[in-house]
């Protein structure tokens, strides 16, 4: 069974899970998710590594950042993680980050490189948003405002999937979009603007000396593998993986993939 802890960071209690013993790896969630949703690269990746599965603040059992909503940013989150593995008493890791998560994953590379080993994106981007994808995100806050959470993520969360894999799993994409109910709809908007007001970071992956794992798929239409392949020559050391018949969420739709592409890439650097 995992271990359940939590901390408290900006007066928010911050949950996570703490999965086997080994090389500390560092899963982070994506919007409008929790930790849970690593649930096949934990239950396999426990078994060589330990495993910290955090759920960000205002997800999961974690309570939202105390800022105002539209002044949240991006290097709030990594600097939650950050004192997260200052209670673990962790110096070297690697953290992988789908999505938001990957854009966390880069902040906290930038703020604190003695700390990482490697790290990865997984379905994620360096790029900053285009001002298109900034007024999708002002339209997404205000949706939330209008019509809650739940309803939000029941509108989104089944587009992140192929059509063969939504028709094929419809009560786990359900049990995901259930999730919505407990989310806090002030915590999804501080995600977003978090993550609408970050930087492009293509400079920080051009100066890493530590490898960069990619990871995406030929049908996401959230990070498209065109903006992806137009990166992973950025780093000096970059590992990439392109997932067949995958859109958004690999870690379920090429579970046993994903496990082995991770697995591989910690064993190489790590």
């Not at 069974?1 to 500390?24: C, D, Q, R």
């Not at 405002?145 to 059509?163: D, H, I, M, R």
């Not at 009560?171 to 978090?194: D, H, P, R, T």
């Not at 049908?219 to 020559?233: A, C, F, S, W």
Request: a negative charge.
């Amino acid at each position: 069974m995992p271990e359940t802890k939590s901390i408290l960071y900006n007066n928010a209690e911050i949950f996570y899970e703490v999965h086997g013993n080994g090389k500390p790896v560092i899963l982070l969630h994506g919007f409008a998710e929790t930790g849970s949703v690593w649930f096949n690269q934990t239950n396999y990746l426990k078994n060589t590594f330990k495993v910290i599965v955090p759920d960000l603040p205002g997800y999961g059992k974690s309570t939202k950042l105390n800022i105002e909503t539209a002044k949240v940013k991006i290097d709030d989150y990594a600097d939650c993680i950050y004192a997260l593995l200052n209670e673990e008493n962790i110096k070297s890791c690697t953290i992988l980050g789908h999505s938001m998560g990957g854009y966390i994953t880069l902040s906290f590379s930038a703020k604190h490189p003695e700390l990482l080993n490697a790290f990865g994106f997984v379905h994620s981007t360096a790029f900053t948003d285009s001002e298109e994808k900034k007024q999708n995100r002002l339209h997404g806050i205000q949706m939330i405002e209008n019509y809650g959470c739940y309803a939000f993520v029941k509108s989104t969360t089944p587009n992140l999937f192929t059509q063969k894999f939504k028709d094929e799993n419809v009560a786990a994409i359900n049990k995901l979009v259930e999730q919505g109910k407990s989310f806090n709809k002030k915590a999804l908007q501080q995600s977003y603007y978090a993550m609408m007001n970050r930087n492009d970071s293509t400079a920080l992956l051009k100066n890493s000396k530590i490898p960069v794992l990619f990871i995406a798929g030929n049908q996401d239409t959230v990070v498209p593998v065109n903006d992806v392949l137009k990166q992973v020559h950025i780093p000096e050391i970059a590992y990439f993986h392109l997932l067949n018949n995958v859109s958004h969420m690999g870690m379920w739709e090429a579970a046993q993939k994903v496990n082995e592409y991770v697995e591989d890439f910690i064993n190489d650097v790590a």
